[in-house]
């Protein structure tokens, strides 16, 4: 542990207790993303809309979830860390309620919103605690233990979603959120430490100036947009796929079940680099991450240019892409929140809003194309995973470190 003033609260658990419980916090965004896709189409024909308007229900939130990232970081620099996350899951439970009684998509889309921007407090928090407690490697090492159950909570509720929106219809998946966000909040009450004291001579001046000088660090930019381009590419995959499904033939059911290859090969991802990120370090690992996306994205187009659609052929290049984005993302986010040491809230809310508008602006490109063949989406994937291989091996190579180094802020 590094930097943490003597003022501020011991953990009231264990580190591994903690780290359980910031994963449950950090994990209810990417669950009220899975949980809801498969049920996406049934809303979707619920209401009777089109295809681009269902989509804003997901795109709306992201942008809200990427405007809540930026705010809440600097917020618990000034504020604390437990406050910001006990608020944001009252907005949380708040939208899933507006959500769950909708009676048109505008209201679905409101308490999707709302929800999001509940949702946004808890991720761009928990790691913001992550940098308050552990040096770099430290980090990036329960960065991917956080990520690791997350990703094991992310494989169950897309099908949890299918299989309870085929049986009892698509609002269900609210009923169970609102349960979600009670559970974990009356935890985070009970449980969760503070990390940092409240930072009384700190204004919304300095806080804005720390997040101006992160966007004119070269290094900073680097991470944020690698890491937009990874989300672009598992948002556009994720929202297009239920569409697909139904297009075949298949069930939302179905989808949930397909959807656990992606979860389990980012979760050996992380269990990868748990177990070597101190031996290789974070710019190798990364690099290997970006190589096998571009890899798995290349099969995946060659497999659908061919006329092999059925969903292995989706699914399997997946399992390729999916383990690479366990070596990349969390190595990419400690790296980008340690360049900002002294505002580890303002980085992780950059990282997270870039990440995130990246992702929506996908996602909003990608509602028009056809979705009665694979050829576009996997085209997208391909097109863009080289791209994001570019943008790494353009990177200045002053950025890049041997294992073991740390980075400081400016470094």
């Known amino acids: 542990m590094h930097g943490r003033p003597d003022e501020l609260s011991r953990p009231a658990l264990s580190e591994r207790g903690l780290t359980f419980l910031l994963a449950a916090i950090a994990a209810i965004g990417p669950i009220s993303l899975g949980i809801y896709m498969p049920v996406l189409p049934l809303a979707r024909a619920d209401f009777h809309v089109s295809v681009a308007a269902a989509s804003g229900t ?60 509940g949702t946004s407090a808890g991720v761009t928090v928990a790691r913001a605690t992550l940098g308050d407690l552990y ?19 992310n494989a169950l509720s897309p099908a949890l979603g299918g299989v309870l929106g ?30 940092r004291a409240p930072q009384a001579g700190t204004d919304s001046q300095s806080l804005v100036g720390a997040s101006m000088q992160l966007t004119r660090d070269r290094a900073f930019l ?65 690099t290997y991450g970006i190589a096998l996306q571009t890899i798995g994205a290349l099969f995946g187009v060659l497999f659908a240019l061919a006329g092999l659609w059925h969903p292995s052929f989706l699914f399997l290049p997946w399992c390729i892409i999916g383990f690479a984005q366990g070596l990349t993302l969390p190595n990419l986010t400690a790296a980008g929140v340690a360049r900002a040491e002294r505002h580890a809230g303002a980085a992780s809310g950059l990282l997270g809003f870039a990440q995130q508008i990246i992702g929506a602006g996908a996602v909003q490109l990608m509602a028009n194309a056809g979705t009665n063949t694979p050829i576009p989406l996997t085209s997208f994937i391909s097109i863009t995973a080289v791209a994001a291989a570019a943008i790494w091996w353009l990177t200045p190579q002053r950025v890049r470190m041997p294992a073991g180094q740390t980075v400081r802020p400016g470094g």
């Open 58 to 117: 997901v795109t709306a939130a992201l942008v809200a979830y990427a405007v809540g990232l930026y705010a809440y970081g600097p917020l618990s620099d000034r504020y604390g860390r437990r406050p910001i996350i006990l608020t944001g899951l009252l907005v949380y439970l708040t939208g899933v309620m507006i959500a769950w009684f909708a009676t048109s998509v505008g209201l679905l889309t409101t308490g999707r919103v709302v929800s999001a921007l």
């Open 135 to 153: 040096a770099r490697e430290h980090m990036a090492l329960r960065l991917a233990t956080i990520t690791m159950v997350m990703a094991l909570a």
């Open 166 to 195: 085929d049986l009892l219809g698509w609002r269900v998946v609210f009923a169970i959120q609102a349960v979600l966000a009670i559970v974990i909040g009356a935890s985070a009450w009970r449980w969760l430490p503070e990390t």
């Open 222 to 286: 680097g991470y944020a947009l690698q890491t937009g381009v990874l989300y672009a590419i598992f948002f556009v995959f994720v929202s297009l796929v239920p569409y697909l499904f139904r297009h075949m033939g298949r069930t939302s059911t179905e989808y949930g079940a397909w959807y656990i290859l992606i979860s389990l090969s980012y979760f050996f991802g992380n269990w990868y680099t748990t177990r070597n990120s101190f031996r290789l370090g974070l710019e190798r690992l990364i």
